[in-house]
T-cell receptor, first 116, second 113 residues
Framework: EAQVTQNPRYLITVTGKKLTVTCSQN?????MSWYRQDPGLGLRQIYY???????DKGDVPEGYKVSRKEKRNFPLILESPSPNQTSLYFC???????????????FGPGTRLTVL | GDSVTQMEGPVTLSEEAFLTINCTYT??????LFWYVQYPGEGLQLLLK?????DKGSNKGFEATYRKETTSFHLEKGSVQVSDSAVYFC????????????FGDGTTLTVKP
């Protein structure tokens, strides 16, 4: 089954304790992206990657890191989480191989993070 | 930069009512436009898309037309069902702004029997 998986689905942690949220896709997609969803703010893009070893900042990259060492994986790293990073996080992937044709995104189920 | 403005919610309708959720955008290039739907406790999934001006996307009775002259992509459905209750997001991806995706704030729709 074609899908985007995220782990963990739920995480409660404390300020300053480094954490990683994993994201994996099995569709051989070039493009992957991380978003956070907050009430009243919609989805905001954190980082995205157009290909292996290529990553770029989205609209809200502060406090986050990513890496793209393999095509299928795109982990999100919070080196020193703070309470304002409490949010619902989504990973997404897209084929993105033809301008305007195949760039719809497939989303993972989400990771609900609480930073105390 | 690119932006998407969606009709504020929440929206509450009775079953079989007509639905319109307004969406307007600003973009410097030639974006593709999307509507995504999020059911409770789930991730977003594509509802429909349009990749160029005057294209109409449609799926599950929902429709939206890419109007370049009014920079709009309004979502419509002629007769909503209780199962359509969800959060709807308008979004754009701009190939000339490679990799950047912009979403609206989302509109919560509740359909009552």
């Amino acid at each position: 089954e074609a899908q985007v998986t995220q782990n963990p689905r739920y995480l409660i942690t404390v300020t300053g304790k480094k954490l990683t949220v994993t994201c994996s896709q099995n569709m051989n997609h070039e493009y992957m992206s991380w978003y956070r969803q907050d009430p009243g703010l919609g989805l905001r893009q954190i980082y995205y990657s157009m290909n292996v070893e290529v990553t770029d900042k989205g609209d809200v990259p502060e406090g986050y890191k990513v890496s793209r060492k393999e095509k299928r994986n795109f982990p999100l790293i919070l080196e020193s989480p703070s309470p304002n990073q409490t949010s619902l996080y989504f990973c997404a992937s897209s084929l993105w191989d033809d301008p305007g044709k195949d760039n719809e995104q497939f989303f993972g189920p989400g990771t609900r993070l609480t930073v105390l | 930069g690119d932006s998407v403005t969606q009709m504020e919610g929440p929206v509450t309708l009775s079953e079989e009512a007509f639905l319109t959720i307004n969406c307007t955008y600003t973009a410097t290039g030639y974006p593709s436009l999307f509507w995504y739907v999020q059911y409770p406790g789930e991730g977003l999934q594509l509802l429909l898309k349009a990749t160029k001006a005057d294209d109409k996307g449609s799926n599950k009775g929902f429709e939206a037309t890419y109007r370049k002259e009014t920079t709009s992509f309004h979502l419509e459905k002629g007769s909503v069902q209780v199962s359509d209750s969800a959060v709807y997001f308008c979004a754009l991806s701009d190939w000339t702004n490679a990799g950047k995706s912009t979403f609206g704030d989302g509109t919560t729709l509740t359909v009552k029997p």
